[in-house]
């Protein structure tokens, strides 16, 4: 056992991971990820441009962990506790610039909708990102988790870069979802 948690930590380093984390997120944790996130750049990364790229990157990521983790369900279809809503982050670092991986689980029934917001968002040039944010700033209009819709179009407008996703299917109702973004230097 203690030979893997080397192997662990040697896998870790030859990634370049900066931060990794699996659990469950509250508005204090995702406080203290900011917090440690906003120190290792301030410490490792020369360009303030940069640092508040991937530091907005991250935040938003991390908000979309905490508010699209909530309708999630057992195969029966029963809510998931909220102790259970776990999501993983992880940011690495390499000549090239940083990557902003996330996973959480989403109802399935969810997935061709996010999947064409998402093809939308890659479907864009950075002009037509801006005037996608500013439509959807100026029309009023909610999300179920009480957003405008402006989280994804916002990391892709800030990261300058197609985000990469997945989804893997889990059961009838669930699915996990992969986001990749990534922030050249």
Do not use: W
């Not at 935040?59 to 029966?76: A, F, G, K, T, V």
């Not at 610039?97 to 997935?111: C, H, I, K, P, R």
């Amino acid at each position: 056992m203690v030979n893997r948690i080397y192997d662990l930590y040697d896998d870790l380093e030859k990634h370049r991971i900066m931060l990794s984390f699996k659990g469950v997120l509250s508005p204090e944790l995702i406080g203290a990820i900011l917090n440690l996130v906003e120190h290792r750049m301030n410490a490792s990364e020369p360009d303030h441009r940069v640092r508040k790229r991937v530091f907005n990157v991250v935040m938003e990521c991390l908000q979309n962990l905490y508010h699209h983790n909530n309708r999630i369900s057992d195969p029966n279809g029963a809510p998931l506790p909220p102790d259970e809503r776990q999501g993983v982050v992880m940011i690495a670092h390499d000549v090239s610039g940083y990557s902003v991986l996330t996973g959480n689980f989403m109802a399935q029934s969810e997935v061709e909708e996010l999947k064409a917001r998402l093809d939308q968002v890659n479907g864009c040039k950075p002009e037509q990102l801006r005037e996608l944010y500013q439509s959807r700033l100026s029309d009023g209009k909610f999300t179920r988790t009480g957003g405008g819709g402006l989280g994804l179009i916002d990391i892709a407008r800030r990261s300058g870069q197609k985000l990469e996703y997945g989804f893997v299917p889990l059961d009838n109702n669930n699915a996990f979802f992969s986001l990749n973004v990534n922030v050249t230097t």
